[in-house]
């Protein structure tokens, strides 16, 4: 199975900074893509930032110049440290992974259990 453990969320003021890391602890299962979506009360579920296995990376435009997206494929971990974060962006965060297992077809997605971030002052 695909377990993945999310950390680094928490209170911050604005114009301030964290940075989340998710672990992800595979077995047959191989990941092409990592990232984070985020889901604010009484919104929907958007994505925030992906990255590829070979690196390329895909942003929301609310947050590029802001977050930075980035993973170490050796322990399967993708980060994402937030600079000048906005109460806008206060959120439960999740961590995504896609990719395939060895001996089965099919792409697979799997989610984080959530981290909040609550940014105010």
């Known amino acids: 199975q695909v377990q993945l453990v999310e950390s680094g969320g928490g209170l911050v003021q604005p114009g301030g900074s964290l940075r989340l890391s998710c672990a992800a602890t595979?077995?047959?299962?191989?990941?092409?893509?990592m990232g984070w979506y985020r889901q604010a009360p009484g919104k929907e579920r958007e994505l925030v930032a992906t990255?590829?296995?070979?690196?390329?990376?895909n942003y929301a435009d609310s947050v590029k110049g802001r977050f930075t997206v980035s993973r170490d494929n050796a322990k399967n971990t993708v980060y994402l440290p937030m600079n000048y974060l906005k109460p806008e962006d206060t959120a439960v965060y999740y961590c995504y992974v896609q990719g395939y297992y060895s001996d089965a077809e099919g792409v697979y997605d799997f989610w984080g259990q959530g981290t909040q971030v609550t940014v105010s002052s």
């Open positions: 595979v077995s047959t299962f191989n990941i092409n893509t």
């Open positions: 990255i590829s296995r070979g690196g390329s990376t």
